[in-house]
């Protein structure tokens, strides 16, 4: 049924109820005639019809519009409103439960601008708990839906990255390519550039360096050309994993650091933590000597996260950033702390997650001389990194895992860890 049946329809019923006629309905201004086609849905009326038609029965705008009243528009607006606040707040399970309240609601049955923001959010609600397949479904029944432009692309970078975040790279790249690459794509929009450094991210955990570092230019020749906050921290925030993955690594931080600066001005918490634990990775690999800038990038980050709708993977990223920084730092209880808490808080799906946590944590009881433990957590590395699905994470946790095996003096498997590595790379 239409939105001009169901309008027509509710004309239709206020009026019985009324206990009017279709002629006294629309006496003096309108003609029986056509009132009786706007209830059969073969007239759509215009604004002011409708409005006359509410006043005349004595029923809000709202109702005939959507099929609700103004007061229940108004409960579910506030209801949405608190669902976002908790999100935003980072009680994600809060915000899950609210959102499949309002899903299970009727009257959000007939306001499709409505129900799409609670199906965004419950989507996102999903990925902040961990659980990035619910996620993926509600995502993709949403991008079935007739969606406004602007919500289009929110939904594709959404999908093309909580696809990338649980290894189906493959698909990360479908769907951001499906759009960019469309012969009917509009020009270059805030939006479609952050959609763009989505994909570039996918490139670059798909191990496709060269393509990366091209699109990572094309990137920022549109977010120069645009000139908004949103686009410049987008390109350049993942031209700095670019550059980075390229062996680049001071333009990296150059990148790195005009993408924080501009995003401390103009962008949301969350983000900007996001941001600083990028750079503090950034730091520990090109200056480690810096390592006061990054634990308080990191610590700053990880206090935003806590009260932000960080998802408990960027949670858990922070929390591996600061373990190897208080490795790089000397300081290996404090770094087995940042491990120990990174196991307990660890989201279901997180194999990249739990590779780099045995990993750390084996090159922690390797400084510690207690070369028996470091090599029980090398051989729990090795079982999970198969579930990478190759690409540049795979290669280099191969690679990690043989330098981990040539500290513990372990040729034979540092040989065999880095001819996986070859493997990993194609070679």
């Known amino acids: 049924m239409t939105t001009t049946d169901l309008v027509g329809l509710r004309i239709k019923t206020v009026r019985r ?22 209830e059969s849905g073969k ?68 306001l499709a601008t409505l129900r799409q923001a609670v199906e965004f959010g419950l989507a996102r609600a999903h990925e902040a708990c961990g659980d990035l397949e619910q996620a993926v479904a509600v995502l993709r029944r949403l991008r079935e839906d007739d969606l406004p432009a602007e919500r289009r692309i929110e939904v594709a970078i959404a999908l093309s990255r909580v696809y990338r975040v649980g290894g189906r790279l493959s698909e990360a790249v479908e769907v951001a390519e499906g759009m960019l690459t469309s012969a009917s794509r509009p020009a270059w929009t805030d939006g479609l550039v952050e959609l763009g450094a989505t994909l570039l991210a996918a490139y670059l955990e798909r191990g496709d360096l060269l393509r990366s570092r091209q699109f990572a230019a094309e990137l920022l020749d549109a977010a120069d050309a645009l000139g908004t906050p949103r686009a410049i921290v987008a390109a350049n925030w993942n031209a700095a994993y670019a550059a980075l993955w390229t062996q680049h690594g ?46 308080e990038l990191l610590a700053r980050a990880a206090q935003t996260m806590a009260e932000t709708s960080a998802s408990s993977f960027e949670q858990t990223n922070a929390r591996l950033e600061q373990a190897r920084a208080e490795i790089i730092g000397g300081d290996l209880d404090r770094a087995l702390q940042f491990v120990t808490d990174v196991e307990r808080h660890l989201p279901e799906m997180a194999s990249r997650s739990v590779v780099e946590m045995h990993l750390l944590r084996s090159r922690i009881l390797t400084l510690r001389s207690e070369g028996e433990q ?32 040539e500290l513990l003096g372990d040729s034979d498997n540092s040989v065999d860890a880095y001819q996986r590595a070859l493997a990993a790379a194609g070679l």
């Open 43 to 110: 007239r759509t009326p215009t604004p002011a019809v409708l409005e006359l038609l509410a006043q005349k029965l004595d029923c809000s705008l709202s109702y005939l519009l959507n099929g609700v009243t103004a007061e229940q528009m108004e409960d579910l607006e506030l209801a949405l409103g608190y669902a976002q606040l908790a999100l935003e707040n980072g009680e994600a399970r809060e915000a899950r439960t609210r959102f499949l309240e309002l899903m299970a609601d009727n009257n959000l049955t007939g």
């Open 374 to 405: 470091a090599g029980a957590e090398l051989r729990a590395a090795r079982e999970r990194i198969d579930e990478l699905s190759g690409g540049t994470y795979g290669l280099a946790s191969w690679y990690a895992v043989a330098e981990s095996y």
């Open 250 to 295: 001071e333009d990296a931080l150059t990148f790195a650091e005009r993408a924080i600066a501009v995003q401390e001005e103009n962008g949301a918490a969350r983000n900007t933590a996001r941001m600083q634990v990028t750079l503090a990775h950034l730091y520990l690999g090109v200056r480690p000597g810096e390592i006061g800038r990054a634990r």
């Open 17 to 38: 109820q009324r206990g009017l006629s279709q002629a006294q309905l629309a006496h003096p201004e309108l003609s029986d005639s056509y009132i009786s086609l706007i």
